[in-house]
């Protein structure tokens, strides 16, 4: 397994525009990646919260890679690990990942818009082959540059792109990251993105990593933590998860299990006026 130890020049690349893409960089395992993605669906009775998928809205389930030990191992494997170590720290925070059958259109949005949290990033793996008008994710460079003029306009006006600029989602100036299976994408949580047209099981999954929080902050890491309840689990990593945990893995599941022992009690609450648990 070869490191991906960012350069400073991809550095300052995923800075600049918010994202960067690596083909290929697991096809060598991409199979044995679709089996045990498959295996827990399978699992789950093949859609979200036990229904089976209807193709029409998306099914989620969270967490995800941390209900197989092989999904698992990819926290430990250089090509994984070593994009959050460059980008988050060596002691970065890893705090999971969803599963995904993703139906119809995802419209533009950031997975978060906030300036004053910590470095928080997305890694996206991709099942399926996807171009820009079947599902191929969709990113605004420099869209997660909170505080900067353009960015902060992009946040302020993306959702009324019709009546503001006379564009569709689709039609909104943007890059297609155009995959195939074995493609890793990684984003900032800031950056907006979307995915127009495709198929109704469009297969992807991702693993959430943020910077270590220090002690004064650590109220504000269980309030973003706290917010994963509306997926109605207790805690935010999977017994596989933490199970095959050697030392080294560890130091990225610490501050998240010391600090996620309040998500049973907000996910009871919760299920009082939900339906089913979040499909994202």
Not at 38 to 66: A, L, M
Not at 153 to 169: A, M
Not at 171 to 185: F, M, N
Request: hydrophobic share 35%; with cysteine; proline share 4%.
């Amino acid at each position: 397994m070869n490191s991906t130890q960012l350069t400073s020049q991809q550095l300052a690349v995923f800075d600049t525009f918010g994202y960067l893409n690596f083909p290929g960089l697991l096809a060598d395992c991409v199979d044995r990646v679709i089996d045990e993605f498959e295996t827990i669906w399978k699992e789950h009775n093949g859609g979200h919260h036990g229904q089976p998928h209807d193709g029409v809205r998306r099914s989620c389930i969270y967490p995800f890679p941390d209900l197989s030990e092989y999904l698992s191992s990819f926290l430990d494997d250089p090509r994984i690990h070593d994009i959050a170590a460059s980008i988050c720290g060596d002691d970065f925070n890893y705090t999971s990942g969803d599963g995904n059958f993703y139906a119809g259109d995802s419209n533009w949005h950031s997975d978060g818009y906030n300036g004053n949290r910590l470095m928080s990033i997305k890694i996206a793996f991709y099942l399926d082959p996807l171009t820009r008008d079947t599902g191929a994710l969709r990113v605004i460079p420099g869209s997660h540059r909170i505080g900067d003029q353009y960015a902060d306009g992009i946040e302020r006006d993306i959702r009324d792109s019709g009546k503001i600029w006379g564009l569709s989602g689709r039609e909104v100036p943007a890059v297609a990251l155009e995959t195939t299976p074995g493609d890793i994408v990684v984003f900032n949580h800031n950056l907006k993105h979307a995915a127009f047209g495709g198929s109704g099981r469009r297969r992807m999954y991702t693993m959430n990593f943020c910077c270590r929080y220090p002690e004064d902050r650590l109220g504000e890491f269980r309030n973003m933590l706290g917010s994963e309840a509306r997926f109605w689990i207790d805690r935010i990593h999977g017994e596989a998860m933490i199970r095959t945990a050697g030392p080294k893995r560890m130091v990225h599941l610490r501050q998240v299990m010391e600090n996620d022992t309040h998500l049973a009690e907000l996910s009871r609450e919760l299920k009082k006026t939900m339906s089913e648990p979040a499909r994202g």
